[in-house]
């Protein structure tokens, strides 16, 4: 692209009628202003040396098509077409390099309701968005000092492909004049764990500094309020001189066994228990010992990137120089034609 773009700064100014005193000029002028451009452009943090390179470049090609733009606009104003063409064309060059070269990207763990700072911003997870399945969305609140809260809608979400489950992630993007802003989603976290233990009746199982047992199944009641069908397991938590019977429960709904988690009435109740399957023949239980609080906690990639709108801006300018160029023709043709009739 470099070549290309000297190149296209050169260009404007090497038409037929060009004098090679003129061209000199023209050429040194410009490559001044591309250097102080660039010179700037490494002072305000653009220290990579193929930045810098492209930078100039694409700075000589935009102020060389500008200056070429002036001169054919004093003429004719329709002659202007490929001066727009490839002033558009390097103002998308322009955007891209200085969006790479002064980007900043941070991973961030919101839990969900934890403001965490980066990049002069507060972000705020705020959870799901109900009723967005099954193309997930998630909250992303972002707020700079002094100014509102707004919010940002990110997406991720699993979908089967070829018989295996795949992640589909769509960045959030918060666009603004200066700069555009993505929150990438990358994961979902629970934080909280799961380990499986075995229960056989009447032999206790060291837990936490005391003792599991496994009591009996408790058949008496085997419905619950919404004529569930369910099954209760008793089990004995021992801890120090405490003593808690506990019932883990499992219900048959819709065609399929739930669980219902207990919280241990230890460690302020943060762990909890519930039994995952039962084998009635051995009298045995297979309980779930959950830790953790379980606050969910979404990990984003953020990326900072600034003069977007010039590449926006840019594929814009390239449309109307083609147009104008189009018309031109179009013009100068029909001029033409009434000319020779």
């Given at each position: 692209?470099?070549p290309?773009?000297?190149?296209?700064?050169?260009?404007p100014?090497?038409?037929?009628?060009s004098?090679w005193?003129?061209l000199?000029k023209?050429?040194y002028?410009?490559?001044v202003l591309?250097?102080?451009?660039?010179?700037v452009?490494?002072?305000?943090?653009?220290?990579?040396?193929k930045?810098?390179?492209?930078?100039?470049?694409a700075?000589?090609a935009?102020?060389?098509n500008l200056?070429?733009?002036v001169?054919?606009a004093r003429?004719r104003l329709?002659?202007t077409?490929?001066a727009?063409?490839?002033?558009?064309?390097a103002?998308m060059?322009?955007?891209v390099?200085?969006?790479?070269?002064?980007?900043?990207t941070?991973?961030?763990?919101?839990?969900?309701?934890?403001?965490?700072?980066a990049?002069?911003?507060v972000f705020?997870?705020?959870g799901h968005?109900?009723?967005s399945?099954?193309?997930?969305?998630?909250?992303v609140a972002?707020m700079k000092?002094?100014?509102?809260?707004?919010?940002?809608?990110?997406r991720?979400?699993?979908f089967?492909?070829g018989?295996d489950y795949q992640?589909?992630?769509?960045?959030?993007i918060?666009?603004?004049?200066?700069?555009d802003l993505?929150?990438?989603?990358l994961?979902?976290?629970?934080g909280k764990t799961?380990?499986p233990?075995?229960l056989?009746k009447?032999?206790p199982v060291?837990f936490?500094?005391?003792?599991?047992t496994?009591l009996?199944f408790?058949?008496?009641?085997?419905?619950?309020q919404?004529g569930h069908?369910k099954v209760?397991a008793?089990?004995?938590?021992?801890?120090?001189?405490?003593?808690?019977?506990?019932t883990?429960?499992?219900k048959?709904?819709?065609g399929?066994?739930?669980?219902?988690?207990?919280?241990?009435p230890?460690h302020?109740?943060?762990?909890s228990?519930?039994?995952?399957?039962m084998?009635?023949?051995?009298?045995?239980?297979?309980?779930l010992i959950?830790s953790?609080?379980g606050?969910?906690?979404?990990v984003?990639e953020v990326?900072?990137?600034?003069?977007?709108?010039?590449?926006?801006?840019g594929?814009?300018l390239l449309?109307i120089?083609?147009?104008?160029?189009a018309?031109?023709?179009?013009?100068?043709?029909?001029?033409?034609?009434a000319?020779?009739?």
């Amino acid at each position: 692209y470099i070549p290309l773009l000297l190149l296209l700064g050169i260009g404007p100014f090497s038409s037929w009628q060009s004098k090679w005193n003129e061209l000199n000029k023209r050429v040194y002028l410009t490559a001044v202003l591309a250097a102080v451009a660039t010179v700037v452009a490494a002072l305000l943090g653009g220290h990579s040396i193929k930045f810098l390179l492209l930078f100039f470049a694409a700075s000589f090609a935009l102020l060389g098509n500008l200056i070429r733009f002036v001169d054919v606009a004093r003429m004719r104003l329709l002659n202007t077409g490929a001066a727009i063409a490839h002033f558009g064309f390097a103002l998308m060059l322009v955007g891209v390099v200085a969006s790479s070269g002064w980007d900043r990207t941070a991973e961030l763990n919101l839990p969900i309701g934890h403001p965490v700072e980066a990049m002069d911003r507060v972000f705020t997870y705020r959870g799901h968005v109900d009723g967005s399945e099954p193309k997930d969305l998630w909250r992303v609140a972002v707020m700079k000092p002094g100014e509102s809260e707004q919010t940002a809608l990110t997406r991720m979400y699993r979908f089967r492909s070829g018989g295996d489950y795949q992640i589909m992630r769509n960045p959030a993007i918060m666009r603004s004049l200066g700069h555009d802003l993505y929150i990438a989603p990358l994961g979902l976290e629970t934080g909280k764990t799961e380990k499986p233990m075995i229960l056989e009746k009447g032999k206790p199982v060291d837990f936490d500094h005391g003792t599991l047992t496994f009591l009996r199944f408790d058949v008496d009641n085997n419905e619950d309020q919404a004529g569930h069908m369910k099954v209760d397991a008793k089990v004995l938590l021992t801890h120090g001189e405490d003593q808690i019977e506990l019932t883990l429960t499992m219900k048959y709904v819709d065609g399929k066994m739930e669980s219902v988690p207990v919280k241990l009435p230890i460690h302020g109740g943060e762990n909890s228990i519930a039994m995952n399957r039962m084998m009635v023949d051995q009298q045995m239980i297979e309980a779930l010992i959950g830790s953790g609080s379980g606050a969910e906690t979404l990990v984003v990639e953020v990326s900072h990137k600034p003069l977007m709108n010039l590449l926006w801006a840019g594929t814009i300018l390239l449309l109307i120089g083609c147009t104008v160029a189009a018309v031109r023709r179009y013009i100068d043709k029909r001029t033409a034609e009434a000319a020779a009739a």
